[in-house]
């Protein structure tokens, strides 16, 4: 929702102002009254003005004219009010406030920001009368303001209502709840003292059994204090936030009734020390909670302090909920009880600040100050949310000019003391903090240790460190001589990058340095939460998690570990992964590096066991822009409530090659529930080995030949990014390999990493300065005008297209949607160096692949030179947002602009035998530049080999097979075939559809297997083969006729092997048909990880991700059944050696001979690639993962290998020496109508994809 696009109602705001102390009769003023200035004539200056909005505020329609506004509307008393008293109710006013009812004044008030009411003693029922209303907002140094600059509150700008009363109104209720939380004590008081005796009625009306409470208030007497057992009483939490309503009557003898609807939530706030620590922490109902809060500055940018609807309020709420967050801090402005309504109602805890003033400390200032202080706790009292009151901030109005310096004198000292003093009298339930303190003022008395604090985000481990070593008893550090610290809870009330740079940051990927500090907070305990500036921007402060408008702000977390967001930064259970002082390291290519690790476990929870499970995966982009999986593990982690200690580190061994590396982690529980992910990044720099199958020219990003831009052209840290705004070009040179004879080329192509380019204000060449006091709304009002600014990734795209030509041959045009900030620019924000600056920190771009024509390639054999222009061309494109080109250190891949040129000896083909019909069965050997090769014939679509290295750089053949086609010939299980048109078992060989029964092929008892006695893995395919930059590969395809072993409808079968140089097997299955058939293909090879040496897979640790299985029969078919894994001896969500539990006493061990079931893959994404096993051989090291598109996964350990298979070289088979992850849709599904369905009809295009990823760990 963009709020600049919101229009406020003819009646804005139309719900009951006060949720927590509601009359029934009432009567909403807002909309519009007649508005004029005090220096206008009110006949000819008339206009209208949108009540409650701030005049000056737009939607309030009137311009900021003047500093006294006169307001007039007519009002109706209804009959129905007779005998009542009727008071004018104003929810607030900013700032003198005078009222008159037919010219009769009903009363003045001084004070902007708490509510205050007029009695109306003439009304005439039924009949219209003048309401006229004068507000005086004239400056003063003493009045409380607040950060105003953002747009100012003038006049009334909360609801303005009638109420019906009765005749000794109640003023307040109060409730509190005792320590035990077993009872509640009511304080109330009347407006009046009591003309005689009143009954005062509690009743508690929606808890069972009331209790419903009478107390008699004798004459005299205003107040009356009443303790009330509540056995059982359900509490108000974080995690259930109950609100008890209570129905509160006073009446008495010849009076009207006085009754208002409130509501109270059953917690205490307290202080504790953190579970077998001496750390102070807040609690809530005796338990700790660490504070993880946003500064909320509370503004909209039509409304200023008023935001135009209550749902818009209640977002404001639920945005800090949704991101993880568990309380806001209300920014110098006592905010409207409906936001403090849906904190109560949503569980978000509320830290309330009083407004400050901007004059000097004196009386005047001070009074102002404590009427807002009292009008606030007697309004707030009883919203559970509220868990301290903040009487000021940053010293704000504290300081008296002396020679020309600031002082906070011990004469003002003892004031806030005073007042300390007076909130705890006024409410001794909740903490009071005396200042809010920042840049070395310190504290007085004060219930809370808080600090301010903006860093860059590699500064934030050694601060953290230094105030946690600052914390003891009797300590002096943040306190003001001669108070001391006494035991209370520390924690940053503070804290961003947005101060943390010189001269600000302006609007900029804060998604980096928030990482950074949160990783640091969390590895000290001592300290007892954060606060985040902040919830939103505003004018001149870009920060916010959202914009001021309230779109969304991209961090770029989800790209890098998938699920993360900034729940994950913010999760109970949290790990710290790295160094917490930077979030990227440097190191060498092959590098072993141990990586430290902190458990952060803020819970009491005890559903956790003693122990979950770290899953890290290490990834990323070598110099040409591949992603590779380098490795994976799983580690124990030990488990108990509030633990926060270092663990073992983590080793790493790096890829030997030059890359950009993620360490991605997953901390999971028993169920493999996900509870939080974190990241740390690996910059691995070197020298690029060569590959003698792959050429690449590459030059640095700014090393153009030419280039011309119409608005501005400019580079960035030297030579690692070069910008053009407005539309132009880029010219590069780049040379031809000395030596390469262009018939040796495959294919080739242009790489680059581009994104648009917008021209920012700081880019403007411009020298003008900021205009003045941020805190009062100066500064730069442009996101992008700041030095160190370069607008954060959100909704709001900045587009632009590249048109790319080779040698004068039109290669492409390419859109480039964004010019992003965010933490994708991993490259961008390692760079930064540690000077108080940022230089486009954050900013990434598209990997552009082109494809070089070959009219181009020819002439750049002949000329020695490629020469690759990129223009942004304004009339041909429509889009001139410029272009922006990073090098290999800067941005998000290491990639230099570069030419790839792949050589054509990346794909074979030769004979491998021929059919007792004659026909030849082809060979095809495909390889990638890390010596990777698989081979695969033309029959049954075989994998024959697969050569992969172990940790030591040996090859080694990791599937079973035979040497020769006469093998394969032979009645052999299925080595390394396409198996189809239906992989698995059907169940009598049958299965209805439509309305008619097929009947199938036999091949293993009265059931089918794997399509029947002449399956796909008996048939020859054709092959094409191809060669691409993504790869090396061979399609096959194969057309069973309509009736072929039983199945209905011709069907055309494609499916496509590429070895990509991410060391990837990549399986495409494509079909389509001409009838309704069943349709289920799968690939059956025999994996045995220790190559050629020999040895069972039952040492082979297999990891598989899936929380379910389907349950077979002695048939080994599925019963139809979908049965949880957990307590099983088939779970492996957690990795496990295959022979551990192989040979347990279990049924369904016992069906499949041992390991030969359908597991249903876990999918929290739901369709899509998802990754579904891995299989680690811990002697070589290598590893094998398999990722895919299809819900199950078939794991086979062998279990029918007797040794009388003689495969290649010689060897022999023996029991379980292979294992088999057939991926695959549910065995007999066309017999299940509850398993996902398998039917393929005509029109529609079957599609299922398979990654098989080789991997070494060391």
Not at 354 to 368: C, K, L, Q
Not at 761 to 782: L, P
Not at 818 to 835: C, E, F, K
Not at 1023 to 1043: C, E, M, N
Request: charged share 20%; net charge neutral.
């Amino acid at each position: 929702m963009v709020l600049a696009l919101i229009q406020a109602p003819a009646i804005p705001l139309p719900e009951h102002p006060r949720p927590d102390f509601q009359r029934a009769q009432w009567l909403n003023l807002n909309g519009r009254w007649q508005f004029w200035f005090d220096q206008q004539d009110s006949t000819r200056g008339r206009r209208e003005i949108v009540v409650p909005f701030s005049w000056g505020a737009p939607l309030s329609g009137v311009p900021d004219s003047g500093d006294i506004g006169w307001y007039a509307r007519d009002v109706t008393v209804p009959e129905a009010w007779r005998g009542r008293r009727v008071f004018v109710v104003f929810g607030a006013s900013d700032w003198h406030t005078t009222a008159w009812l037919d010219d009769q004044k009903l009363g003045e008030h001084q004070g902007g920001y708490t509510p205050f009411s007029f009695e109306l003693k003439h009304t005439r029922l039924g009949a219209r009368q003048r309401l006229l209303v004068r507000v005086d907002d004239t400056p003063h140094p003493f009045k409380l303001e607040g950060k105003q600059g953002y747009g100012k509150a003038r006049g009334m700008w909360q609801t303005v209502y009638l109420e019906a009363r009765g005749s000794d109104p109640l003023e307040f209720v109060h409730f509190t709840p005792r320590a035990d939380l077993a009872r509640v004590s009511v304080d109330v008081q009347l407006l009046d003292p009591a003309p005689h005796a009143l009954t005062l009625r509690i009743a508690f009306t929606n808890r069972a059994g009331g209790p419903v409470v009478s107390h008699s208030i004798p004459r005299g007497a205003r107040t009356a204090h009443l303790d009330i057992p509540l056995p059982g009483a359900r509490r108000w939490s974080l995690d259930d936030p109950y609100l008890h309503d209570v129905d509160v009557r006073v009446s008495g003898v010849g009076l009207a009734e006085d009754r208002v609807k409130t509501y109270f939530g059953m917690r205490t706030i307290s202080v504790v020390n953190l579970p077998g620590t001496t750390y102070r922490y807040v609690a809530l109902n005796g338990t700790p909670i660490y504070l993880q809060l946003a500064l909320d500055q509370a503004y909209h940018p039509q409304g200023y302090y008023t935001f135009p609807s209550d749902s818009v309020l209640r977002d404001e709420i639920l945005r800090a909920r949704q991101i993880g967050l568990n309380g806001l801090r209300e920014h110098v402005k006592i905010e409207a009880p409906r936001k403090l309504y849906w904190a109560d109602r949503l569980g978000v805890l509320i830290m309330a600040d009083v407004p400050n003033w901007w004059g000097p400390p004196d009386s005047a200032a001070f009074r102002e100050h404590d009427t807002a202080l009292r009008g606030m706790i007697a309004r707030d009292y009883n919203h559970p949310a509220v868990f301290s009151w903040v009487l000021f901030n940053e010293t704000w109005g504290l300081e008296t000019k002396v020679d020309g310096h600031d002082r906070y004198l011990p004469a003002t000292e003892r004031r806030v003391v005073r007042d300390y003093r007076l909130a705890k009298s006024l409410d001794p339930t909740r903490l009071v903090e005396d200042n809010s303190v920042c840049c070395g003022s310190g504290h007085t008395e004060t219930d809370l240790n808080t600090w301010h604090d903006y860093l860059p985000g590699w500064r934030w481990e050694t601060r953290d460190q230094l105030v946690s070593d600052s914390t003891f008893r009797g300590s002096t550090w943040n306190f003001r001589p001669p108070w001391r610290q006494a035991g209370q809870p520390m924690c940053n009330s503070e804290f961003g990058n947005v101060w943390g740079y010189e001269g600000s940051t302006g609007d900029v990927d804060w998604s980096w340095d928030y990482h950074r500090a949160i990783d640091a907070f969390r590895r000290h305990p001592r300290i007892c939460g954060w606060l985040y500036t902040e919830h939103h921007d505003v004018i001149n402060e870009w920060n916010g998690y959202w914009r001021f408008d309230r779109s969304w702000k991209e961090t770029g977390f989800g790209d890098l570990v998938p699920g993360m967001s900034l729940r994950d930064l913010h999760a109970p259970l949290y790990i710290v992964v790295g160094d917490p002082a930077e979030l990227s390291r440097t190191a060498r290519p092959g590098e072993h590096i141990e990586v430290p690790l902190y458990a952060s476990f803020l819970t009491g929870s005890t559903r956790f066991g003693d122990s979950l499970t770290l899953r890290t995966e290490l990834y990323g982009w070598d110099m040409l822009g591949e992603r590779h999986m380098w490795d994976s593990s799983v580690t124990r982690i030990p488990y108990r409530p509030w633990m926060s200690r270092a663990l073992p580190s983590l080793a790493v061994t790096l890829p030997n090659e030059p890359a950009t590396v993620v360490l991605a982690t997953r901390l999971v529980d028993t169920k493999d529930s996900v509870l939080q992910r974190n990241f740390t990044t690996v910059v691995v720099e070197g020298t690029p080995a060569e590959d003698p199958r792959v050429r690449v020219a590459r030059v640095p990003a700014t090393a153009v030949r030419d280039a011309h831009w119409t608005i501005k052209q400019w580079t960035v840290l030297g030579d690692r990014k070069l910008n053009g705004a407005g539309s132009g070009f880029f010219e590069y040179q780049i040379p031809w390999p000395a030596g390469l004879d262009v018939n040796d080329v495959a294919s080739a192509t242009f790489l680059v990493e581009a994104s648009a380019k917008r021209l920012n204000g700081k880019d403007r060449d411009s020298t003008a300065a900021d205009n003045g006091d941020y805190m009062r709304g100066g500064g730069f009002h442009d996101p992008g005008r700041n030095p160190n600014s370069y607008p954060m990734t959100g909704a709001t795209k900045f587009r632009s297209a590249v048109t790319v030509r080779i040698n004068g041959e039109l290669a492409g045009r390419w859109e480039l949607p964004d010019d992003p900030a965010d933490s994708r620019g991993i490259l961008s924000w390692h760079a930064q160096p540690h000077d108080g600056h940022l230089y486009e920190a954050g900013s990434y771009g598209e990997l552009l692949r082109v494809p070089i024509p070959a009219a181009a390639l020819r002439e750049g054999a002949r000329t020695g030179t490629m020469v690759v222009r990129l223009e942004v061309d304004a009339a041909a494109a429509a889009l001139p947002g410029g272009l922006a080109i990073y090098g290999a250190r800067f941005g998000r891949y290491p990639v230099d602009p570069s030419v790839l040129f792949v050589l054509r000896d990346t794909m074979k083909h030769s004979p491998f035998g021929q059919l007792p019909d004659g026909r030849t069965v082809e060979k095809f050997t495909l390889t990638n530049a890390h010596g990777i090769e698989v081979q695969v014939i033309t029959y049954g679509g075989i994998i024959t080999s697969i050569r992969t290295p172990d940790r030591s750089g040996r090859l080694d053949d990791v599937v079973l097979g035979f040497d020769s086609l006469a093998g394969y010939l032979k009645n052999v299980p299925y080595f390394g075939a396409i198996v189809g048109r239906y992989a698995n078992r059907i169940r009598n060989a049958q299965f209805t559809l439509d309305g008619t029964t097929y009947h199938l092929a036999k091949n293993i008892g009265e059931n089918t297997l794997h399509g029947g006695v002449r399956g796909f893995d008996k048939v020859l395919w054709t092959a094409k083969p191809f060669q691409t930059d993504s790869g090396a590969g061979v399609t096959l395809q194969y057309t069973s006729r309509d009736g072929e072993e039983g199945y209905p409808g011709t069907l055309v079968t494609r499916v496509t092997y590429t070895l990509t140089p991410r060391d990837e097997l990549v399986v495409d299955y494509e079909a389509t048909t001409d009838k309704a058939t069943p349709l289920n293909l799968s690939q059956h090879t025999y994996w045995n990880l220790h190559g050629t040496t020999g040895g069972t897979i039952l040492d082979h640790v297999l990891t598989l991700n899936a929380s379910a299985f389907t349950p077979v029969d002695s048939a080994v078919i599925p019963t139809g059944e979908i049965a949880p894994l957990a307590g099983t001896p088939l779970d492996f969500r957690i990795a496990t050696r295959i022979g551990d539990r192989i040979g347990q006493d279990n049924t369904q061990l016992r069906f499949g001979r041992g390991y030969d079931h359908n597991w249903v893959l876990d999918r929290p994404g739901g369709s899509g690639l998802v990754h579904a096993a891995r299989v680690l051989d811990p002697t070589s090291g290598r590893t094998l993962d398999v990722s895919t598109t299809e819900p199950g996964v078939q794991f086979y350990a062998g279990n029918f290998l007797d040794g009388t298979i003689k495969g290649k070289g010689g060897r022999v088979y023996a029991h379980r020496s292979g294992l088999c992850l057939e991926t695959q849709h549910f065995p007999d599904s066309p017999n299940h109508a509850n398993f996902p369905s398998t039917i393929l009809r005509p029109g529609a295009t079957y599609r299922s994809r398979t990654v098989f990823t080789f991997g070494v760990t060391r």
